[in-house]
């Protein structure tokens, strides 16, 4: 089993920085491909950013370039520092993990994929 445990949220101007955490626990072979997803009012859980435990990345088009998702194996640690926030990108920010690898990590982005998730923190944009 895997527990993930989100931090960091909160209201930002946009424009603003957040630097979101999720600390995780449980089986590694379980967690080798950590993910943050995020979830508006009314709309689908999409996949911001992946990093598997090569440290290979892949983020959402939309956020290529402004955001950057980390980790700090040491710690247990994922992050994912949002720079230039904008006011569409209000939602419930959630850590995932899967036992992908490789390819399977950067190309699976469904959120049926990810059978762990932690229980959110908010993210609120202001304009």
């Known amino acids: 089993q895997v527990q993930l445990v989100e931090s960091g949220g909160g209201s930002v101007q946009a424009g603003g920085s957040l630097r979101l955490s999720c600390e995780a626990s449980g089986d590694t072979g379980s967690r080798s491909c950590m993910a943050w997803f995020r979830q508006a009012p009314g709309k689908e859980r999409e996949r911001v950013a992946a990093?598997?435990?090569?440290?290979?990345?892949t983020y959402a088009i939309s956020v290529k370039g402004r955001f950057t998702i980390s980790q700090d194996n040491a710690k247990n640690t994922l992050y994912l520092q949002m720079n230039s926030l904008n006011f569409g990108e209000t939602a419930m920010y959630y850590c995932?993990?899967?036992?992908?690898?490789?390819?399977?990590?950067?190309?699976?982005?469904?959120?049926?994929?990810?059978?762990?998730w932690g229980q959110g923190t908010q993210v609120t944009v202001s304009s």
């Open positions: 990093i598997d435990s090569d440290g290979q990345t």
């Open positions: 995932a993990a899967a036992s992908f690898k490789g390819w399977l990590c950067r190309g699976l982005a469904g959120e049926t994929q990810y059978p762990y």
